[in-house]
């Protein structure tokens, strides 16, 4: 058993708490990984807010991480200790019908026990003060040791910054592959970004990779908008400035609409909006924000009739044990951007400030 630090979220609506908690060795088919950088998610915020149905406390945190493997379980074959890793909250098992789909990327090998909060064995590997801690989305990256399965973990460059590509474990692959895969963009296409956070800049990365020809930035928070310039896109708007609709204000911006736009805010008002700023005929909306449980997008369905496509991503359509080393390698090469993403580097019990710049769109 390791002891080590890890911030623990013991209720809903708290700030979490710097703990010493004791790590279970890995059993059967675990990898235990030491966490060398992780970063905040608005997913994570979301579970921690008490919003979630499937958030469970007390609970350890973070699925965007990297780190080294410190050992593993009987049975594991594709890693050793010491290899660098980034844990995988959409694991690639290689065996359920999903993972031979080559259509989908949801593998469902241990879905149910990682919603509730458990490892595959049904059981936690996290103590602290005597109480058992629920893990989070199979990775609970908020601690300096963690235990995933091993269908959860990709082995990438051992070269590649742990602090940088932490980020490959969600935000930038969610985005750049919502582009990329989901949406396929086209080139020469006119793209639309609903919220420049982390998820719209990477949508902006990948609409570019693609050859987009003009790609348009929305966003309430006019701060945003020199950083999507930099990412790629052409012009950036506020639904603020205008007294139309902005899915008006976009089909006359682009002589009836974009052939593919992106909500990256999880808002269900802003999803049609941006289904309704498609163009009739082709249109192609991505929705890559998650919303709140319960709540449902409507639109008029003339508006699929006369040919828009309604789509969803997670993950960003990547098989992840195959993809993630792959997205290292291409951000190594140079082929995509990582570095420009981190706005902040701060120390670990300094975990609540980084919620806050997070929550401030800093």
Not at 49 to 55: C, N, T, V, Y
Not at 343 to 361: Q, R, S, V, W, Y
Request: charged content about 20%.
């Amino acid at each position: 058993v390791i002891k080590c630090k890890a911030a623990v979220a013991w209720e809903a609506g708290k700030p979490l708490s710097l703990e010493e908690v004791e790590v279970a060795p890995p059993k059967a088919h675990e990898v235990r990984i030491k966490i060398v950088a992780t970063a905040v998610c608005h997913t994570d915020a979301y579970t921690l807010s008490g919003a979630d149905p499937e958030g469970c406390f007390p609970v350890i945190l973070g699925h965007e991480g990297a780190g080294i493997v410190e050992s593993v379980g009987e049975g594991v074959t594709k890693v050793k200790p010491g290899d660098t890793v980034i844990p995988l909250y959409i694991p690639q098992c290689g065996e359920c019908k999903f993972c031979k789909n080559p259509k989908t990327n949801l593998c469902q090998k241990i879905r149910i026990t990682q919603g509730k909060g458990l490892m595959p064995d049904g059981t936690s590997r996290f103590t602290c003060k005597g109480k058992q801690i629920y893990h989070f989305m199979g990775t609970s990256t908020f601690s300096e040791y963690t235990v995933v399965a091993d269908i959860s973990v990709a082995k990438i460059d051992a070269a590649a910054p742990l602090d940088k590509v932490c980020l490959l474990g969600c935000g930038i692959s969610t985005g750049y592959g919502a582009a990329v895969n989901t949406a396929k963009v086209e080139p020469g296409s006119t793209c639309a970004v609903f919220g420049l956070g982390g998820v719209g800049l990477a949508v902006i990365m990948g609409c570019k990779v693609a050859g987009a020809s003009r790609i348009i930035g929305i966003d309430l928070n006019k701060d945003k908008y020199a950083k999507a310039k930099e990412f790629g896109a052409a012009e950036c708007i506020s639904p603020q400035d205008f007294k139309k609709p902005i899915q008006e204000v976009l089909a006359e911006m682009t002589d009836g609409g974009v052939d593919y736009s992106f909500e990256c805010i999880g808002n269900v008002g802003v999803m049609r909006a941006a289904l309704e700023a498609c163009h009739k005929g082709w249109g192609v909306s991505v929705i890559v924000g998650v919303a709140a449980a319960g709540q449902e997008i409507s639109t008029r369905p003339f508006q699929l009739v006369t040919g828009r496509t309604w789509k969803g991503t997670a993950f960003g359509g990547w098989k992840s044990v195959d993809n993630v080393p792959k997205l290292v390698t291409d951000y190594m090469s140079k082929k995509i951007k990582v570095d420009e993403f981190v706005t902040h580097n701060l120390p670990f019990d300094k975990i609540n400030e980084a919620f806050e710049l997070m929550h401030t769109g800093k």
